[in-house]
């Protein structure tokens, strides 16, 4: 099934199946991660070209820890001491990496479509790190492996979602992905940030104006960061969002009593949340970075080492190599 | 002397629509009928073939002088040529701007090496900036034949005012990019379903609709002959069909590209990235719309040309613009003719006698007039590829694209600028 995947550009071009693929080669790679001796060398040899065209520290950290933990090397461009800042195109760039021979490109980028722009013309394989308000579809997989863990399964949960969507390539992503799971998505935040349009990216989407109403009912309750960088128009007062908008232990108890909170970070503590939430039992925000590992690890393995869908994985040789 | 014999001759002056001989001896049409014979004439023979009056482009980039790179006026001109256009109007965002007599005496000049008639189009405010009128009597002299800011609205209400009445007594047209700068704020397509999806920064409709409604207001405040610029949304088609009903002297002209694609082919891809961006399904069939009722003027290309690796990035980083000289009339016959929407006759009048009238002139195949002639079949099959236009710039969604009907001749002057190889038709 993954075999026929080469990139990975977004979620929306992803079937079920593909979804359910990658989270079951993920399962291996988390049981890994607590592991004491973290190294495997699957992927030895090879090189991941991480091309990071704007600040990220934790998807870079994890995709970096990921390929070191597959045992690959990896090539570092960082959007602050790169050539971009001498006006050196993103063709021209990958172009560069791509002469120093990596086994794929992992690329975060501010312009939506880059890194299908870097596919069309690169011979490797692609990761999309995230793209402008496009996708992050490796955040997407993470937080459905973290509600496959926590809530026993995937599919037909009641999804609210709180905060700026309309600039959230996690949003999309999660809706792309979590839509072809039958989940009815409830979208809550400030009125122009949250669009009608955004009704069409997936099957079963409501739009509320109070927050109370969006979680009445909630299964999985996703806090997006305020991305005050992708923000042109005038922001809203900080006042009224935490007033109107933040995720407090109040609001939480209007949710189902087993309700997921997630929030792909970096949190705002005591903007979008509340620090109690935040850190409380219903939180899934730190298993969300330790899965974010084993996602990645997954994908690299597959899309960088080419490993074919039947193949013994890596992480359960491993485990039973040490028993 | 040239005659071309065994022709369909339609032409929308005069409702025309016959088989007939046109004798052109020298720069003017000599004789108009059946069965001419001129012994000693070269013969042209038309048989199969639509003769028209001279196709005008209302609206093109020739980006000479200072953006050679780009595009030449003789590279441009020669692509319009293949794509039957005799006449085009080159929009003043060139460096420096044509916001004067020299610079548009420079661009005159140049122009007569060209392909086609090169008619140039005035700047409306000095460099474009907004603030202060440019020398547009001065132009106007030296061969302008519009002014306009393309690429940028007329900034105020108040200098609007001020270019409608000085243009109002000059007689000329005021055509403006309609746009509210202060609601594009950086997006770089339409606003809708797809722009949210792909998470690109839209433009919403009413940016363009908006605008328009502030000109067509101040057309009736100074009775000046008003444009609209490659109009792409209904709200300002609304906007013209209002004023028009009022006796107003506003018109419109609509892109081929923009009666054919809609913002759901964008998919990041460059050469679908354009101001006014692609529109929705639903304002590309209102545009279509206006073209077969009439309230559409004329069809114009905004041919568009950029180096292409300046449109080799990301696509919220590539210049606004596309290619148009060259599948324009295709693009009229496969969307708007061979579907039922108009009538061949309608297609021809919205590239001849439609922007004549915008820019006050006639336009008709009759014994004294200009030997501008556009030669074309309804029939010829061809594929358009890029990599072989004369242009400088490779921009085009129309790439590889299949076309049935195709410009045979270009007559300028009584000169055949330019003739299609028959033999690459599939008889």
């Known amino acids: ?323 | 002397m040239l005659l071309i014999k065994n022709g369909r001759v339609v032409d929308p002056a005069g409702r025309t629509d016959a088989a007939l001989d046109v004798l052109l001896d020298g720069e003017r049409i000599a004789q108009v009928s059946a069965n001419v014979s001129a012994p000693g004439a070269e013969i042209f023979d038309a048989k199969g073939l639509v003769v028209a009056p001279g196709f005008i482009d209302l609206h093109c980039h020739l980006r000479e002088p200072g953006q050679e790179l780009s595009e030449t006026i003789e590279t441009g001109t020669r692509a319009a040529a293949r794509g039957g256009f005799t006449a085009v109007c080159c929009m003043p965002n060139t460096q420096p701007v044509n916001d004067s007599a020299s610079v548009t005496r420079g661009i005159v000049e140049r122009a007569a090496a060209g392909s086609v008639r090169v008619w140039p189009i005035g700047a409306a405010s000095l460099g474009s900036k907004g603030e202060a009128l440019a020398e547009i009597a001065s132009m106007k002299d030296a061969g302008i034949v519009a002014v306009s800011d393309d690429g940028k609205p007329i900034a105020t209400a108040r200098l609007m005012r001020q270019v409608m009445d000085y243009c109002r007594a000059l007689d000329l047209p005021v055509i403006d990019h309609c746009e509210d700068p202060t609601l594009i704020a950086g997006g770089v397509m339409r606003e809708g379903p797809t722009s949210v999806k792909l998470g690109l920064k839209g433009i919403p409709a009413q940016s363009e609709t908006i605008c328009a409604g502030r000109d067509v207001e101040l057309a009736a405040l100074t009775g000046a002959r008003f444009h609209i610029a490659h109009m792409s949304t209904l709200g300002s088609l609304e906007y013209v069909r209002f004023a028009k009903r009022a006796g107003m002297r506003v018109t419109c002209e609509v892109t081929p590209h923009h009666f054919t694609l809609t913002d759901e082919d964008v998919h990041y891809n460059t050469n679908y990235k354009m101001n006014p961006p692609l529109a929705s399904r639903a304002d590309r069939e209102a545009l279509i719309q206006g073209l077969a009722d009439g309230s559409v003027d004329a069809i114009a290309t905004d041919h568009a040309p950029h180096h292409p690796a300046s449109k080799d990035v990301e696509f919220d980083r590539a210049p606004f613009g596309v290619m148009g000289f060259e599948t324009a009339l295709g693009l009229g016959l496969s969307e708007l003719v061979r579907p039922g929407k108009i009538s061949l006759m309608r297609l021809v009048e919205l590239f001849t006698t439609g922007p004549a009238r915008v820019l006050g002139l006639e336009r008709k195949i009759e014994a004294g007039e200009p030997a501008d002639l556009t030669i074309f079949s309804t029939e010829h099959e061809w594929t358009y590829r890029a990599a072989e236009s004369p242009s400088k710039s490779r921009n085009t969604p129309f790439d590889g694209r299949a076309f049935r009907g195709a410009a045979m001749a270009t007559i300028v002057g009584g000169r055949v600028v330019y003739r299609r190889q028959a033999a690459a038709s599939a008889s």
């Open chain 1, 1 to 323: 099934m993954l075999d026929r995947l080469q990139h990975l550009l977004g979620i929306e071009g992803l079937t079920r199946e593909q979804i359910t693929f990658i989270l079951d080669q993920s399962k291996p790679f988390q049981e890994f991660q607590r592991h004491p001796l973290k190294k495997l060398a699957t992927l030895r040899g090879k090189t991941v070209a991480l091309a990071f065209f704007e600040p990220s520290t934790r998807t870079r950290i994890s995709f970096a820890t990921a390929a070191a933990r597959l045992g690959a090397d990896t090539m570092n461009l960082q959007a602050e001491s790169s050539s971009l800042k001498k006006g050196e195109s993103l063709l021209d760039t990958v172009r560069t990496l791509e002469a120093m021979r990596p086994d794929g490109i992992v690329i975060r980028h501010s312009s939506s479509g880059a890194p299908q722009f870097v596919a069309e013309r690169l011979e490797i394989p692609v990761l999309n790190a995230g793209d402008g308000a496009h996708e992050h579809p490796t955040q997407g997989l993470l937080d459905a492996l973290t509600i496959r863990d926590r809530k026993g399964k995937l599919d037909g949960w009641n999804v609210t979602i709180l905060g700026d969507i309309l600039h959230s390539r996690v949003a999309r992503s999660n809706m792309h992905l979590l839509g072809k799971f039958g989940a009815k998505f409830t979208l809550c935040g400030p009125a122009m940030w949250v669009p009608r349009e955004l009704e069409c990216l997936a099957p079963n989407v409501r739009r509320v104006a109070r927050i109370e109403e969006a979680l009445d009912g909630a299964d999985i309750v996703m806090v997006l960061r305020v991305q005050t960088e992708r923000i042109h128009e005038p922001a809203l007062a900080a006042e009224e969002y935490i007033l109107q908008y933040q995720l407090t232990e109040e609001r939480l108890q209007l949710a189902r009593p087993d309700a997921l909170v997630l929030h792909p970070g970096p949190i705002i503590r005591g903007l979008e949340i509340d620090s109690v939430v935040a850190d409380g039992p219903q939180s899934g925000i730190l298993e969300q970075v330790t899965n974010g590992l084993a996602v990645r690890m997954a994908l690299l393995y597959h899309l960088v080492g080419g490993a074919p869908a039947d193949a013994p994985h890596p992480a359960k040789e491993r485990s039973n190599a040490a028993d």
